[in-house]
């Protein structure tokens, strides 16, 4: 059964406190590996998509990298505006096609 | 550009009623994906369809059916609804089978069961 844990459930962060976010999965058949941020009430925003272990994506503070088990995102200085709830999600090949399994993502706090 | 719609973006049952939330996507994408997001949790795969005519199930099917009718829309429906199916209703869409790239989100359905 695919399984992706996301660590650690909430994140309470002052601002210029880098940190990283921990994303491992247990799937076969990756074909990517995605992170999103999602504010309150919204749907989920794309930020990265993954393809191969040692592959790295910036974006303003945010980094991600990806080994054969799992993918960090690391937020570095980060800002109020960064309060978000971050998800990480698997895309792997089934016999019914391409399946999507997200995580149970981390809410992160940013406070001034 | 519309991408993903969603319809109903609000939506109060009864106990025991059923409905169907819609879901059409204007890219021309094969896959498309039905979640459910509890408060404070991540998405939970409801079903899944990788073209049309092929739908297979996810994490949490129990409760719902679907339909693709066509490669552009994904109906989940709800042939009896119950208070644990409260929850946000999130339809989104993948450019092509094959190949990981970006997935596409509608602005999801609030669906409160009472």
């Known amino acids: 059964e695919d399984q992706v844990t996301q660590s650690p459930e909430a994140l309470r962060l002052q601002e210029g406190e880098s940190s990283s976010l921990n994303c491992s999965y247990t799937v076969s058949g990756l074909r990517g590996l995605f992170w999103y941020r999602q504010d309150p009430g919204k749907g989920p925003e794309f930020l990265f998509t993954?393809?191969?272990a040692g592959e790295e994506k910036e974006k303003e503070r945010l980094k991600a990298t990806l080994t054969k088990k799992e993918s960090f995102l690391h937020i570095t200085a980060p800002k109020p505006e960064d309060s978000a709830t971050y998800l990480c999600?698997?895309?792997?090949?089934?016999?019914?096609?391409?399946?999507?399994?997200f995580g149970g993502g981390t809410r992160v706090l940013v406070k001034p | 550009n519309a991408g993903v719609t969603q319809t109903p973006k609000f939506q109060v049952l009864k106990t025991g009623q059923s409905m169907t939330l819609q879901c059409a996507q204007d890219?021309?994408?094969?896959?498309m994906y039905w979640y459910r997001q509890d408060p404070g949790m991540g998405l939970r795969l409801i079903y899944y369809?990788?073209?049309?005519?092929?739908?297979d199930k996810g994490e949490v099917p129990n409760g719902y059916n679907v339909s693709r009718l066509n490669k552009r829309e994904f109906s989940l429906r709800l042939e009896s609804a119950a208070p644990s199916q409260t929850s946000v209703y999130f339809c989104a869409s993948l450019p092509t089978a094959g190949v990981a790239t970006e997935a596409f989100f509608g602005q999801g359905t609030r669906l409160t069961v009472v």
């Open positions: 999600a698997v895309q792997v090949i089934r016999a019914a096609g391409n399946k999507l399994t």
């Open positions: 890219m021309n994408h094969n896959s």
């Open positions: 993954l393809y191969s």
């Open positions: 369809s990788a073209s049309e005519g092929t739908t």
